[in-house]
């Protein structure tokens, strides 16, 4: 005979079997969670981070590069100095075996013939003395231009060697353009995101650039940097469709006949020590303890300057980045 079963089991039994179903299906399904994007701030502030690690190689790169093209002038300058010395300390020794060969052929018979004939031993005498001061005179020379020849080798052996290390300094920092060009395009993908472009955009100027110029040289360095507003950023560039920070001043500054290297370091120290309240448009102002970054001060505290990749050159406040100090080109 059959028993029938407790109704509140077969419930309890079909609870446990709901429940384990619930663990079993919990454990097989991923487990998300709901992630805000990253804000445009956010993302502004991680490229910002990254430029300033990424924008010190950079201007490695252009202190290298610019070391290794004044060395390579200098080497060819000495090269030119060169070649003349080294004629014409050939043409003397011909000079002086010519003299030699001639006494050689005569030989002392000569000597003999030319006291027979003469019937004074004095002549004779003479054009001994006459001969041997030609030598003399001739070799004198040559050991004078030998002198500056070794010099000038000497100095262009030194400078090869430098030539050849900086060569190799360039090359391995330009290897490094594929991770650093690499890293550009991942900070152009995050300013996709951001703004739907791979500029950040923003107002190309905040007001006047400047209100009014200066006269002589700084107005037409002024004028220049501010005439590039507009144009990309590309590092390496010194114009004059692209521009990298230290090529945008040294392009600027080029254009009023001041002569500026392209790295940052270097036009540190190749102008006058401004303090900010001297400050005044045309002056460079550089940022951070390790100066890697430079722009044109344009007064009133604004700067025009080539600020990272993906955005354009533009004028903006110096206090958006640690101001490391000023200097004054000419």
Known sequence: MMHEQ????????AYHMLALAAVILGGLLPTTQAQAA??????????????VQ???TIEQYNKVHSQLLANQKKSADLQKKIQPLALHADLALDRVGDLASRYYKSGPSSDLNALLTSGTPTELADQLTILDHLAREQQEQIADVTAAKEKYDVEKRKLDELVAQQKKQDTELAAKQKSIDTEINRLERLRLTAYGSSSSGGALRIGPCPATYPGGPAGTAVRTACAQIG???VWGATGPNNFDCSGLTQYAWSKAGVKLTHYTGAQWNEGQVISRANARAGDLVFFYGDLHHVGMYVGNGLMVHAPQSGQPVKMTKIDVMPVAGFRRPG
């Open 38 to 51: 990253p804000s445009v701030e956010e993302i502004e502030k991680q490229i910002d981070a990254q430029w």
């Open 231 to 233: 144009k990309m950023y």
């Open 54 to 56: 990424l924008e010190p």
């Open 6 to 13: 407790p109704r509140g089991g077969s419930r309890r039994r």
